[in-house]
């Protein structure tokens, strides 16, 4: 099993007063789309209003993040083949 890994970002609703801010945590997983590539993975995290998305191979060039209905459409097309 591969562990999960927090990764913590100052939420959008906190406000620059003084360094009193609220932090969030999201979870970094394998997406169910990646399979047996040697270590060629996808994984995804997903926050309230978007999922991110990375390549294993390079966590350090950092991540894409997609606007939840976006990522739903695109979802629906890898599944019906029509990408």
């Not at 360094?19 to 926050?47: D, F, H, L, Q």
Request: net charge negative.
């Amino acid at each position: 099993m591969i562990a999960h890994e927090l990764i913590w970002r100052t939420s959008s609703y906190s406000n620059d007063t003084g360094g009193a801010c609220v932090e969030v945590a999201e979870t970094w997983r394998t997406s169910s789309y990646s399979g047996g590539n040697a270590g060629a993975y996808v994984e995804i995290a997903e926050a309230s209003r978007s999922v991110l998305v990375r390549d294993t191979q390079h966590r350090e060039l950092g991540h894409l993040g997609f606007a939840v209905p976006a990522w739903a459409a695109f979802l629906a097309d890898v599944k019906t083949d029509r990408l």
